[in-house]
């Protein structure tokens, strides 16, 4: 009515509305203004609608208003007592630290759960108990031990200290019996939860795989079904699938700024666009700079050459980096040519080769033979900087 | 020295349509080619039909080719043991090469090549794919420097011929871009391979855990 306590209260115990402000009313009559306070700690403390929540930025300035409204609060009460219109009870100050103890335990509770279950749907980020968490978790404590504290301080003033301790000493034995009987049981729900996060973990793991084997292989078996009299078509489809396949499963085929990795690039470019089968073998590593990128153009090069003109099924791409420098060889078992007798003016060989080398301070070296294949060797020295 | 035509060739793959393609390629070119589908049958397969040569993969259930190695220790001085496999963590293509196979080859390999390299593992000697050549060189060139152990490091020539491999050279290629004979290349190979089986040099696990061969 006044700040939706009540209303909020009914939702989440899940009774009406009237039973909750009847309660409350019930409270600040006959409990000496224990309902009002009450009231008042509830709308400090309570988080708001979970869905309001997070649609909307919390209110920057709420803890000021909570400690005005906290102070407003004491003082009037204050003023009620000295004017004689409510009186100090012993039971007042107990109740009072326990319902504001209850309000922190609820509240957090709530905060607690909702956040491990978010967690959980996020796959169990297990060990990463952020901040608020923790948060939460001592805004538990501290209200629990404000509940104790009330029930001791309740306790003591109206049975005295002996009664209560031995109050105490025989809860504590039921509750090691109870636990002791249901120990089975809890211990049963427990390890089925831990069940049901394991079998949920492994379902979705499933599930990517049967994704991507749905995406990758199946869509690829239909295609070579359907281009079966094709076979340039088949084999450059299931080379394209292996690649894809090998970058899943090995996934660190490096990062593409590493001169290794980006061979293979382009490798696995002309395999898919020319229908020939290169492998890549490499030695040492070194970060890309322009000048190897002139390199590497220069090599993709080659393997186009090798893949259009050689004839053959097979190019074998090696590639060293050692202190000395980069040298790459790009290899083919095909027709050969004799390399005097290709006109100066073809560009393939010439600027893209040649002079892509030169420009970047390396050189190229082109063997060939008619029908002995052919390999160009890359070379270009480092340039100690 | 056997020539092919007399080998007794062992398949041991758990995939009937590898075993099946590999003995397509095989056929009429070999004696005789016996097959067995996993660890345990190739390891009787091994005792029983005492194969000249064994193609092993590496990755089956129960342990894999290394399993079946490990297994036939006994067996090493009569039967070659060829390792065959698609793609395979270094990891597993060293332990394999440590426990006794001459050599590796991918499933990729041609017939002709099959049969060349199967001869040569039948006569002692070994077998490098180019990236089982270019893992030697990353393992064993790296930091040569300052290894003393003659185990642990290769020589000039042995770095060479290893080279050449990673380039895609056959071994008669090798011979005469080095102006040497046939027969002095095996023997770097097989030092090389020797090398591979029995040094401690820590790059090689290191540089294993990080590489796929194949």
């Known amino acids: ?385 | 020295m056997k020539a092919a035509a007399e080998l007794v060739v062992a398949i041991i793959d758990d995939h009937a349509m590898v075993r099946a393609g590999v003995r397509t390629e095989l056929q009429g070119r070999v004696r005789e080619v016996v097959e067995a589908d996993g660890v345990e049958s190739g390891i009787a397969l091994v005792r029983t039909a005492k194969p000249d040569v064994v193609l092993l993969d590496i990755h089956m259930p129960d342990g894999g080719g290394v399993a079946v190695l490990q297994a036939c220790q006994s067996e090493l001085a009569r039967t070659a043991f060829l390792a065959l496999s698609v793609s395979d963590a270094a990891a597993d293509v060293i332990a394999a090469v440590r426990a006794g196979a001459r050599g590796y080859v991918t499933k990729h390999i041609s017939g002709t090549d099959l049969v060349n390299a199967i001869d040569r593992v039948a006569n002692g000697d070994a077998v490098f794919s180019p990236r089982l050549a270019g893992f030697v060189l990353d393992a064993f060139v790296g930091a040569a420097a300052e290894e003393d152990e003659e185990l642990d490091r290769l020589s000039p020539r042995e770095t060479e011929v290893m080279r050449l491999l990673a380039r895609g050279y056959t071994y008669k290629e090798i011979a005469s871009e080095l102006f040497l004979s046939i027969k002095t290349i095996e023997t770097h190979a097989s030092a090389v391979l020797r090398k591979l089986q029995l040094s401690n040099r820590r790059e090689l696990t290191k540089w294993a855990n990080k590489r796929h061969i194949g």
């Open chain 1, 1 to 385: 009515m006044i700040a939706g306590v009540c209303r909020g209260l009914a939702t989440h115990l899940g009774v009406s509305v009237a039973a909750v402000r009847a309660v409350f009313v019930a409270a600040a009559v006959f409990g000496s203004g224990a309902g009002l306070l009450a009231y008042l700690a509830f709308w400090a403390l309570l988080p708001l609608d979970p869905d309001e929540d997070e649609a909307a930025p919390a209110d920057p300035d709420r803890p000021r208003w909570i400690a005005g409204a906290l102070l407003a609060g004491a003082v009037g009460f204050l003023a009620l007592i000295a004017l004689g219109f409510a009186t100090v009870t012993p039971y007042l100050l107990p109740s009072a630290i326990a319902v504001i103890g209850l309000a922190l335990v609820w509240g957090s509770a709530d905060e607690v759960q909702r956040r491990s279950w978010r967690r959980d749907a996020a796959g169990m980020a297990r060990g990463a108990v952020d901040q608020a968490s923790v948060h939460g978790r001592w805004r538990v404590a501290l209200g629990a031990a404000a509940v104790v504290m009330a029930i001791v301080g309740f306790s003591i003033s109206s049975v005295g200290l002996k009664t209560m301790l031995q109050g105490v000493a025989t809860t504590v034995l039921l509750l090691v019996g109870l636990f002791l009987v249901a120990f089975p049981w809890l211990h049963e729900r427990w390890s089925d939860r831990v069940q049901q996060r394991i079998a949920l973990v492994r379902a979705d793991e499933r599930a990517e795989m049967a994704a991507r084997i749905h995406d990758s292989v199946m869509q690829t078996l239909t295609l070579v079904q359907k281009h079966a009299d094709d076979p340039l078509r088949v084999q450059q489809l299931a080379r394209t699938e292996e690649h894809a396949l090998r970058d899943w499963l090995y996934g660190d085929t490096g990062d593409a700024a590493s001169f290794s990795a980006a061979v293979q690039q382009a490798a696995n470019e002309v395999e898919t666009r020319h229908g020939i089968s290169i492998e890549v073998v490499s030695v040492g590593d070194v970060a890309v700079d322009s000048r190897l990128e002139a390199v590497l153009a220069a090599a993709q090069e080659a393997m186009v050459n090798a893949a259009r003109h050689s004839g053959a099924n097979a190019v074998q791409v090696y590639c060293e980096v050692d202190d000395g420098g980069v040298t790459v060889f790009v290899r083919d078992r095909g027709c050969g040519f004799v390399v005097k007798d290709v006109a100066s003016d073809r560009v393939g060989i010439r600027e893209s080769i040649d002079g892509r080398m030169q420009r970047a301070g390396g050189t190229a070296v082109i063997r060939s033979g008619e029908g002995e294949g052919t390999e160009v060797a890359l070379r270009l020295p480092m340039v100690t900087s």
